[in-house]
């Protein structure tokens, strides 16, 4: 086949991806997103002008080699793409599901300025999950540094750290305090976004291949400290996200159908609640839900509430979901296409509208919950502009459960007996921004534990510059 | 730091009653930072929950945390089916605050029912922390009962007593409580664990005396290290998380009401989930029989 010319790659349209119809999808939890196959995979892959100075890399926290792995790709060398993608990436079958690539590497790409950008991040995920299930190209360990490192988490961040550490010959174990590896990956992010056979299977492809052990059912701060790691190892990487709801300070909050997004999605995606009796966490959803909140956390609360509803209701008079949000559609910090798969799901969107008492019943239940309209007034710190309450403005919504999605922070449990490390009021670990080095010696830290909640990818960015920073000192 | 296959055994089971049990779990880990208070949280297998239970006891050298639970739903139900041998997917911990041991004086712990067996390494450790104790442990009925030889060993002085009076004194355990906190006799501090309307009743009876009154909270949970929230417990003023905060809280700075609500919250789930493991017990021995 001729190559084609940059005008003939630029005529080519971008390619859709199968999804699941919304009214079937609202009835299960299985993936939303289908991926691409292989033709639609090149077609899209042939869409890339392969520039010289590629902008989509500088938009990847990660720097993968995405112009490398396309031409690959439609040269239909999948090999050779893996092995372009993991140079950089270990985790693509996960990172093209979850990534935000539109205001990341897609947000850069050349052809968006006139349509539409390549699809980079299905592409990625298409090669993430062409080798887990090809197996072309193993994580190769170098040989043994005879050095020990302890990992504190097994979440994104954590995760990079011990495969890139892992790859450099370090002798790396992992401590997750849950009873399963991949942190917010399954109990945060719900199965119909991305699948837990996919976090497993990516997971445990990297640690065979590296030698990595990981150690479930340890929290750090309790059943060791890093007091204890210190003494046994050379050097500890601290990813350990941000795990502590917050809770809104209302009245009501503590009735019964009142949680906080991270119990909900935890029921729901680590203990398999939407598979309760047969599996033994139970979820409760009621038929009138509202999710305080407008990030991609609220978003999954909401889409699960929905599909709960629909599966418990045997599809009769489900109920409705909505996202109550003091600021106005504009300010929504979830992603686009997250707010789009719930619209399109039948979510109700309430915004401007703010939440200043939870109702309850003479059994302690929520009956619902009185909030006041809003408007928007002169930008504050954040640069957005701030919600003022309408005075007068106050209504009652009936609702049976309240879910609070306003935000973690880091979980403090991690620093019992590490008090020299130096937190921010916050909550949140001081370290270098290039390199991860906390204020004591030994230790690094990175991810949501250090930014406060932000995305996997930024916290897989921070995972790999420590891990380059503890090889650099490991090597010396 | 030992490698070791997934898994925690049972290294020995006890029945104390028909309904309560005890288990020496092998958990290295565990049992090396174990301190009375405290509690583990354990999972069954794969589709099993997570539930939070406090430590009985501990031995640093064998390696191991002995539990005792009374089966009151499925999960408790189906880990009392388990046997010597077996192994368990998850064992956690240790996890939540340590029992402030010191010396206060005299000391008052209450253990009802299955709280028995968490109020045991506290009593003991006030004992040798120089404090003279005085125990009072009851139950519903004399079946129920368990550890008395032990309780005494750690023990000035035990009562005991019996709702339905077949075995020591027909009465609450809030009535000799009473009794020596009235009685003339300076009680420093009080420890009530057992099921949460005995620990509401214990705290309102110190409360108007101002006894200093410590419960052990045993709330719903799911990870137990301050993650869901799931367990915050409501006070008189605000609310705190039963796994990072506690277990133990004031008694008296308990919202009793708003806790006791919070427990009943999954109720109809949890009696779905025993019924449908009945029905499956009974199905298998049904072929069991064949």
């Not at chain 1, 270990?90 to 897609?106: F, W």
């Not at chain 1, 459960?401 to 949140?428: C, M, W, Y």
């Not at chain 2, 309560?20 to 208070?37: D, F, N, R, S, Y």
């Not at chain 2, 004399?142 to 005991?160: G, Q, Y």
Request: glycine fraction near 10%; hydrophobic fraction near 40%; aromatic fraction near 6%.
């Amino acid at each position: 086949m001729a190559e084609l010319t940059p005008k003939e790659r630029m005529a080519i349209s971008r390619q859709e991806m199968p999804v699941q119809d919304p009214k079937v999808r609202i009835g299960n939890f299985s993936e939303v997103a289908l991926g691409y196959a292989m033709e639609t995979a090149v077609n899209e892959a042939n869409r890339c002008l392969q520039c010289k100075k590629p902008q989509c890399v500088e938009g990847c926290p990660v720097g993968v080699k995405i112009p490398q792995f396309i031409k690959a790709l439609r040269e239909g060398d999948m090999a050779l793409a893996v092995k372009e993608m993991k140079e950089k990436n270990n985790l693509p079958a996960i990172c093209g599901r979850v990534c935000p690539q539109e205001t990341q590497c897609e947000g850069k790409c050349i052809l968006g300025k006139k349509s539409q950008p390549v699809a980079i991040g299905r592409l990625e995920r298409f090669v993430g999950d062409f080798e887990l299930s090809n197996r072309t190209c193993p994580l190769v360990k170098a040989s043994p540094s005879g050095k020990k490192v302890a990992v504190v988490g097994s979440g994104p961040a954590g995760l990079t750290c011990a495969v890139d550490l892992g790859r450099e010959g370090h002798d790396v174990t992992i401590f997750e305090s849950l009873h399963v590896a991949g942190g917010v990956l399954v109990y945060g992010i719900p199965e119909f976004r991305l699948p837990k056979s996919v976090v497993h299977a990516e997971i445990d492809y990297a640690m065979e291949c590296l030698g990595i052990k990981i150690k479930t059912d340890y929290v750090i701060g309790r059943t060791l400290t890093v007091r204890d790691l210190l003494d046994e190892f050379d050097a500890i990487f601290i990813g350990s996200g941000a795990g502590l709801p917050t809770f809104l300070k209302v009245p009501g909050i503590n009735l019964n159908g009142v949680m906080s997004a991270n119990e909900f999605l935890t029921r729901v995606n680590l203990m398999m609640g939407y598979l309760f009796p047969e599996y033994d966490t139970p979820v409760k959803i009621g038929k009138r839900v509202a999710v305080i909140g407008a990030g991609n956390v609220a978003m999954d609360a909401a889409r699960c509430s929905l599909r709960l509803q629909r599966i418990l209701s045997g599809g009769s008079d489900p109920g409705e979901v909505h996202i109550v949000y003091r600021r106005s559609r504009q300010e929504v910090p979830a992603r686009d296409e997250e707010v789009h798969h719930a619209e399109e799901e039948g979510i109700i969107f309430d915004f401007l509208t703010n939440p200043v008492e939870i109702l309850g019943d003479e059994r302690g239940a929520v009956r619902g919950m009185r909030c006041v309209r809003m408007q928007l007034g002169e930008p504050d710190a954040s640069g957005r502009r701030r919600p003022v309450p309408i005075e007068g403005s106050e209504f009652d919504m009936e609702l049976d459960t309240v879910i609070v999605a306003l935000g973690t922070s880091p979980n403090p449990l991690v620093f019992v007996d590490a008090e020299d490390l130096q937190r921010s009021k916050h909550g949140t670990v001081i370290a270098d921004q290039t390199t991860g080095k906390t204020t004591v010696e030994k230790v690094w830290a990175g991810g949501d534990v250090v930014t406060g909640a932000a995305t996997v990818i930024s916290a897989m960015g921070a995972g790999k510059r420590a891990a380059a920073d503890m090889h650099r000192y490991l090597s010396a | 730091m030992e490698d070791r296959p997934k898994g925690y055994k049972i290294l020995k089971k006890q029945v104390l009653s028909d309904v309560t049990k005890l288990m020496v779990i092998e958990a290295p880990q565990v049992a090396k930072k174990a301190q009375a208070g405290q509690f583990i949280i354990i999972k069954i297998d794969a589709k099993g929950e997570r539930i939070p239970l406090t430590i009985a006891d501990f031995d640093r050298e064998a390696g191991t945390i002995t539990i005792i639970f009374q089966e009151v739903g499925k999960s408790t139900m189906h880990l009392g089916t388990l046997n010597e041998g077996d192994s368990v997917e998850t064992f956690v911990g240790p996890l939540g605050h340590p029992t402030e041991i010191k010396n206060y004086g005299t000391v008052i712990c209450v253990g009802g029912g299955v709280g028995i067996a968490p109020i045991y390494p506290i009593a003991r450790a006030l004992k040798e922390a120089g404090n003279e104790v005085i125990s009072i442990i009851g139950a519903r009925n004399k079946s129920l009962l368990f550890w008395e030889d032990k309780m005494r060993a750690v023990s000035d002085e035990l009562i005991v007593c019996t709702d339905d009076g077949s075995y020591g004194r027909k009465c609450l355990v809030t009535e000799p409580l009473k009794e020596i906190v009235t009685g003339g006799k300076k009680v420093a501090k009080v420890w009530a664990i057992g099921p949460a309307i005995m620990m509401k009743f214990v705290a309102l009876a110190t409360e108007p005396l101002r006894v200093p009154t410590i419960v052990s909270l045993n709330t719903i949970m799911i990870d137990g290290t301050g993650m869901c929230g799931g367990c915050r417990v409501p006070l008189k003023e605000g609310a705190q998380f039963v796994c990072v905060d506690g277990p133990e809280f004031d008694g008296h700075a308990v919202d009793w009401d708003g806790m006791l609500g919070r427990l009943q919250f999954y109720r109809d789930e949890e009696k779905i989930a025993l019924e449908r493991f009945k029905h499956e017990c009974n199905l298998d021995k049904a072929i069991g029989r064949q």
